[in-house]
């Protein structure tokens, strides 16, 4: 299994960025999947996941409105679009699988 994570760069605060996680390795039409974070200092944190139709999603508090997770099953493809970032949402952010998880991308927000 291998989960490859992308899109993570320096934004202002007010931005947006598009994350992406390219999975290989596992059935993933069939497989839902989840974001993570995790900021320097504290622990990782669930942001989003969905089901394997995509049908079915669920948000951290914190994001609820302004994160959109969504998938592409022909792509073997997760996304996470981010909008409204706030220094608060500076991480490393990973995509899981079951128990895999990728080698995560840095997002950092600044004020």
């Known amino acids: 299994v291998q989960l490859v994570e992308s899109g993570g760069r320096l934004v202002q605060a007010g931005g947006s960025l598009r994350l992406t996680c390219a999975a290989s390795g596992l059935t993933f039409s069939d497989s839902a999947m989840a974001w993570f974070r995790q900021a320097p200092g504290k622990e990782r944190e669930f942001v989003a996941s969905?089901?394997?139709?995509?049908?079915?999603?669920t948000y951290a508090e914190s994001v609820k409105g302004r994160f959109t997770i969504s998938r592409e099953n022909a792509k073997n493809t997760l996304y996470l679009q981010m909008n409204n970032l706030n220094p608060e949402d500076t991480a490393v952010y990973y995509c899981?699988?079951?128990?895999?998880w990728g080698q995560g991308t840095q997002v950092t927000v600044s004020s």
């Open positions: 899981k699988w079951r128990m895999y």
């Open positions: 969905i089901s394997w139709s995509g049908g079915s999603t």
